[in-house]
């Protein structure tokens, strides 16, 4: 093979290596990452799993509104939000973007305190709520479920992408 060939090969694949990334810049978004990196820090949580929870849950969307009810970038249910609210006894609305991610973050680790350091049953948890999740286990029946498999993998291509943004 030429130095030609070569030079051009690695031409390509710097080009296709590029492309890539700028593909999933596009496709992960990475918003807020000032109220995302102090709200993790605060409630001893990794930031790219906010950031892959927000994807999944609003997509970056903060006026995002499910199905359910579930209102904001981490799609908290009017009752768990003002629930939250008044557990970690923050003032104003649990509707903000800061009090948003705030109270979701808080809910991770809320739920960390519960089901310990499994992942999958902390995100089926927040997805699902913890008496599902509680009574699946009594039952024997639980099974990871795609939400938290999604956000997962969402974290380590957030990680990938946004290396050091949120650290």
Do not use: C, H
Not at 41 to 60: C, F, G, H, T
Not at 129 to 135: A, Q, R
Not at 142 to 153: G, M
Request: zero cysteines; aromatic letters at 14%.
């Amino acid at each position: 093979m030429t130095v030609g060939r070569i030079f051009t090969l690695l031409t390509v694949l710097l080009i296709i290596f590029i492309s890539l990334f700028l593909i999933g810049y596009r496709i992960f978004p990475l918003k807020y990452t000032y109220e995302i990196s102090k709200s993790a820090r605060e409630n001893s949580v990794d930031p790219y799993l906010i950031a892959a929870m927000i994807k999944q849950e609003s997509n970056y969307d903060k006026k995002a509104v499910s199905y359910a009810g579930a209102f904001g970038l981490m799609q908290l249910m009017p009752d768990t939000g003002n629930w939250l609210r008044n557990l970690a006894g923050i003032s104003g609305s649990w509707m903000t973007v800061e009090n948003n991610i705030f109270l979701g973050s808080y809910y991770v680790n809320y739920l960390r305190e519960m089901f310990g350091e499994d992942e999958a049953l902390i995100l089926t948890a927040y997805s699902r709520g913890p008496g599902i999740v509680n009574k699946m286990l009594e039952d024997n029946e639980f099974i990871e479920n795609t939400y938290s498999k999604r956000v997962k993998l969402f974290r380590e291509i957030y990680r990938i992408l946004y290396a050091g943004y949120l650290d």
